[in-house]
């Protein structure tokens, strides 16, 4: 049995850390007897350069016919002036859609070693801080109606948000089976005050919350939520949220951990092909420099091998071993300081060195 992996390197920092995911992944094939086949795929900018369109039909077919995609990052400078639906952003968003991609996990913990890089005040992460942020990934104002028109002071621009019951539904039911999974609690984070998609979203939550009564589940106001992180951030277990409150709160709570280059991340649909992605960006200052943590694409890797592959004991040995070199005091220089630090080659020769 061989895996068939599609890579999308992407932009940026993406193709130091996928390669280092790459070399991650077959290092514990080796040890656990898996075999993976990798593809790589153009998507983002440099598939704009190559073939003029951020996400060619060969990637989107090369994709559904993979067992499972990497993805690194896209985006930069040199392509910010183009127009939204040529941005390499959009490709992106167009794979999600295209592989139907409801569900975005993004685990956000705080590794004890890492308990000094954390922001936050010691007495504040006492208690650790271990949450799994649900988020909407196909729906919502990153999907609805936009464009330009004649507003009341001329020329104005315009994004909506729409959700549908179905929608909303499918993934408040992740996040209930997700909860029930863990720590039993779950926060639905809105803007029912405001909002009427919130409002929706809410009395759904209510209504699926009697199929669940063995989870704990509130709502919380994505303001005060994000004020709610800061302060006590271990009062969060599961939280689900739509695309675009999800998408930042993720960032914040990645903070939280140390470092946004930490956090990995789930793409998941009704079926197991699912798409695995670091949180962060193509950080194009640092591009092609060696310097990137590699962590959050290592961690989304050993995602991949649990949920795609069912590879329980391949995926622990991923997160032990990064796990254990930052016990050993590694670090890249997102999390170091100032202080000495590792390359990108470097830590994961590391995390190799100690699967
Ligand atoms: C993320 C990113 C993307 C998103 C961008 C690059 C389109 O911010 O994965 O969090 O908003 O989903
Ligand atoms: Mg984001």
């Not at 685990?107 to 650790?128: F, M, Q, T």
């Not at 197991?272 to 694409?297: F, M, V």
Request: charged share 25%; hydrophobic share 40%.
């Amino acid at each position: 049995m061989t895996y068939k992996i599609g890579l999308l390197k992407g932009d940026g920092i993406g193709p130091e850390i996928v390669d280092s995911a790459v070399r991650v992944l077959q290092a514990v094939g080796k040890k656990r007897g898996i075999a993976f086949e990798f593809t790589p795929y153009l998507i983002g900018g440099i598939a704009i350069d190559e073939t003029g369109e951020p996400l060619p039909q060969a990637t989107i077919d090369g994709c559904l016919a993979s067992d499972s995609v990497l993805l690194g990052a896209v985006g930069g400078p040199k392509w910010d002036m183009l127009s939204g639906n040529q941005r390499p952003e959009k490709a992106l968003l167009g794979i999600r859609e295209k592989m139907g991609l409801f569900t975005n996990l993004r685990p956000a913990k705080l590794y004890s070693a890492l308990k000094e890089e954390c922001p936050l005040r010691a007495d504040i992460v006492a208690n650790g801080f271990d949450m799994m942020i649900v988020r909407e990934l196909t729906g919502g104002i990153y999907f609805g109606e936009r464009g330009y028109r004649q507003g009341k002071y001329g020329e104005e621009a315009y994004d909506t948000e729409a959700y549908s019951r179905m929608e909303i539904e499918r993934i408040v039911r992740v996040a209930f089976e997700t909860a029930r999974k863990r720590r039993k609690k779950l926060t639905s984070i809105d803007k029912a005050n405001v909002l009427e998609t919130s409002r929706l979203w809410r009395k759904i939550v209510h209504e699926l919350a009697v199929e669940y009564p063995d989870v704990e589940v509130s709502d919380m106001l994505v303001d005060n939520a994000a004020m709610q992180l800061v302060r006590n951030p271990s009062q969060f277990d599961v939280v689900v949220t739509s695309n675009m409150f999800g998408d930042i709160l993720s960032d914040e709570a990645s903070q939280i951990t140390g470092s946004i280059g930490m956090l990995p991340s789930a793409s998941l649909g009704s079926g197991t092909r699912g798409l695995y992605e670091p949180i962060h960006g193509s950080a194009p200052d640092i591009a092609g420099q060696n310097k990137a943590n590699p962590i959050a694409t290592i961690l989304s890797a050993s995602m991949m091998l649990l949920y795609a592959f069912n590879e329980k004991s391949a995926s622990e040995d991923i997160v032990n071993a990064v796990d254990r070199v930052l016990e050993l005091g590694y670090r890249t220089a997102d999390l170091a300081r100032g202080k000495a630090s590792l390359s990108t080659t470097e830590m994961t020769d590391k995390i190799i060195e100690n699967l």
